[in-house]
């Protein structure tokens, strides 16, 4: 089974400062994606980023990119210029590629909580 | 609709009664899923539904718990006797379809709290 941690409960940053979330995962799948999401006070989960495994190139969305290191597995994900509306949990997910025979769960983290500094 | 929506928003509820959340998908979207979030944890798997059918029950913790979906849209998640470790906050996702590229869009969630 998959497993994804993230070792951060808490993180801050000043307000246009630069932060970088860690996210580690255990698979001996080759092919999955992985993902960003971000919680608001909201409560609703939105997509930041996605990764596919197979594509070396880093993703990047906007002011937010991620490290993808498929040996190490770890996909970090950095917040470039921090808005307050940044201010949120962030989870970290994997999926498999395939669901043979069906459908494959996301697998979530236990979530960074970020707040940014005016 | 325009997104994934969930009633009720929060809900009290004593210790022993039932209770229904219930989903409202995304229209068009086939996939619908159902995860609890605790206090400080991650988001747990509770359920899969493709279509009307549900071939993915394995998160669902116990048999107090139960889910159906009807007409491929709407779901409702029904939680018998409740338990104080059953609250959290109850989370809906819907998705085009099965393909595990596909972005899942989350509602706002269920917030149940059981006294």
């Known amino acids: 089974a998959q497993t994804v941690t993230q070792s951060q409960p808490e993180m801050s940053v000043q307000e246009a400062e630069t932060v970088t979330l860690s996210c580690t995962y255990d698979?001996?799948?080759?092919?999955?994606?992985l993902f960003w999401y971000k919680q608001p006070p909201s409560r609703q989960m939105i997509l930041v980023i996605r990764?596919?495994?197979?594509?070396?190139q880093n993703a990047t969305e906007n002011r937010f990119s991620v490290n993808f290191q498929k040996a190490a597995k770890s996909f970090s994900l950095k917040i470039s210029d921090s808005q307050l509306g940044d201010a949120a949990m962030y989870f970290c997910?994997?999926?498999?590629?395939?669901?043979?025979?069906?459908?494959?769960?996301?697998?979530f983290g236990t979530g960074t909580k970020l707040q940014v500094i005016p | 609709g325009a997104g994934v929506s969930q009633s009720p928003s929060n809900k009290v509820t004593e210790k022993g009664k039932d209770v229904e959340l219930r989903c409202d998908p995304i229209?068009?979207?086939?996939?619908l899923y159902w995860y609890r979030q605790s206090l400080g944890q991650g988001l747990e798997f509770l359920i899969y539904?493709?279509?009307?059918?549900?071939?993915?029950k394995s998160g669902l913790p116990s048999d107090r718990f139960s889910a159906e979906r009807t007409g491929g849209s709407v779901s409702t998640l029904t939680i018998q006797r409740t338990q104080q470790e059953d609250s959290a906050v109850y989370l809906c996702?819907?998705?085009?379809?099965?393909?595990?590229?596909?972005?899942?869009?989350f509602g706002e969630g269920s917030w149940l709290t059981v006294v």
């Open positions: 996702a819907s998705s085009l379809e099965e393909t595990a590229g596909n972005t899942i869009y």
């Open positions: 698979t001996s799948e080759s092919d999955y994606y």
């Open positions: 990764q596919e495994a197979y594509k070396q």
């Open positions: 997910a994997y999926r498999s590629y395939y669901s043979p025979g069906g459908y494959q769960k996301v697998t």
């Open positions: 229209s068009g979207h086939t996939a």
């Open positions: 539904f493709q279509g009307n059918s549900a071939p993915d």
